[in-house]
């Protein structure tokens, strides 16, 4: 068991240049999902943007992003970043969600997802915003 934490940036419509951009500098491998791939279209005009996407490095860099959707707010630089902790055990991640959900703001509960067999995201009481998932297949 294991997990990991990684920087998730938050953007309005230019994380695949970010993306992009920071594979260029730190080398790596880039994997860009949208939400037409993940079948999470909302709003049309926003289908070919970023659902989630990484850049990761032989050299250790990883980087996350996503590009926020147009019915939740997103001030440039306000909220800039999540951070994300994902891990393949799913009991330790969700003891780990609950003692981090003590005293948060739960803004998606830990639970399955399209694209994860457990993913939720909380806002601390620090104003940090978490995002917790499993990686691996999850029997709970």
Do not use: C, Q
């Amino acid at each position: 068991m294991s997990v990991t934490t990684t920087t998730h940036l938050n953007f309005r419509g230019a994380a695949r240049e970010a993306l992009e951009h920071y594979g260029s500098v730190f080398g790596g491998r880039t994997v860009v999902v949208t939400y037409k791939d993940a079948g999470a279209v909302t709003d049309e005009a926003e289908a070919d943007r970023v659902l989630w996407g990484e850049v990761v490095g032989e050299n250790g860099f990883h980087v996350m992003a996503y590009d926020v959707p147009s019915r939740l707010p997103h001030e440039r630089g306000a909220n800039p970043f999540f951070v994300s902790v994902r891990g393949d055990d799913g009991a330790e991640i969700t003891a780990l969600w609950e003692r981090l959900a003590e005293d948060s703001e739960i803004v998606r509960p830990l639970e399955p997802s399209g694209w994860a067999p457990l993913y939720g995201m909380l806002t601390d009481r620090f104003g940090v915003t978490w995002v917790l998932d499993v990686t691996a297949p999850y029997v709970g």
